[in-house]
């Protein structure tokens, strides 16, 4: 039974590896598009209009934010809707659960709470760490989510941090503690069939500002510590995705460009992440529509700049003007690109083939 089992996933692997030219420049870009969506019933007609996103490929993912949250009686119903709308390649269905104060699962929809990284890391060991992370996922999977957008692995490297240290997202300002506990988040979500993204790279921990508001620089607060906990990872195995931050730093700057920042920076995620740390695993940004990004780039600009830094998937929460006419536009963007930029075309199949790799993963 075991040698069937594997000789059947060694197929799939091979056929999924053929898929990846076997599609048009279109396709291989749908999958590299997540979006956040509007409404928080499978009933609706934007969820057919989703669900016709996802069966058509011009998607390949999907994000819940607190709003999509009414009933989980309701998301359960909307994922298993998700999942089943691609036959070849599933979605990922994906969520900020990390704990604490970013959670989009809540006791007031009956879902048990768990505390904060900052709180877990005073509190526990790794093995309760652990149990807590398995239970967790496990909850989750049962709801129908795959992809869990955690956990954090900046630092505490600035107690008075806007974004991370003020809600105790972060574990340490300690990398091996940050670690340790961000090994047992991963390995808890393993166990439920779950996938993970490390956040946020290279580390926002020591920034003065919120990328979510716009233009970080922390050229002057990061230092090479706020790496360790992303190398650990990436060399035991943990890193399934890792999210790039929308954070500046001038060591990331080609001669005679702008100050983009490491979302967008090819030093950042082809030379550094790549090339240095040997990730190969998929890139996925922070959500493009933050204002560091929003108040620097026009849209086709930042799409652009963030598939020729190394980004495999483009996050977009679809708050600004939501729309599910969005991966239309997108999809438009990345395909006239491709179009005229035979290196940004390969970029694209690169990209096609890590995540259908990831998705090969999951169960």
Sequence with gaps: MRIFARCAFLLFCLCCSNAAYAQSIREMAGQMIMIGFAHDSAKSDQQTQLLNLLRDGKIGGVMYLKYNVKKLSEVSKMNGQFLSAHRALSPLVAIDQEGGLVERLTKSVGFAEIPSARDVALNMNQSG????????????????????????????????????????????????????????????????????????????????????????????????????????????????????????????????????????????LTTVLRKGMGFDGVIISDDMEMGAITKHYGFDEAIILAVNAGNDILLFSNTIKPSLGLPQRILDVLEAEATSDPAFAEKIRASYKRIVALKSRLN
């Design 129 to 268: 760490a652990l149990s807590l992370y398995t239970d967790l996922a496990k909850r989750m999977k049962k709801l129908g989510f795959n992809t869990n957008f955690g956990p954090v692995v900046d630092l505490i490297a600035n107690p008075n941090n806007p974004i991370i240290a003020k809600y105790g997202r972060a574990y340490s300002s300690r990398s091996d503690i940050t670690s340790k506990f961000a090994a047992a988040f991963v390995d808890g979500h393993h166990r439920a069939g779950m996938v993970t993204a490390l956040k946020h790279f290279p580390g926002h921990g020591s920034s003065a500002g919120d990328s979510h508001l716009g233009f970080v620089d922390i050229s002057h607060s990061w230092t090479d510590a706020e790496y360790e906990p992303f190398e650990t990872l990436i060399e035991a195995g943990k890193a399934d995705m890792i999210m790039a931050g929308h954070l500046y730093h001038s060591g990331y700057v080609r001669e005679g460009e702008g100050q983009v920042p490491a979302s967008l920076s090819p030093v950042a």
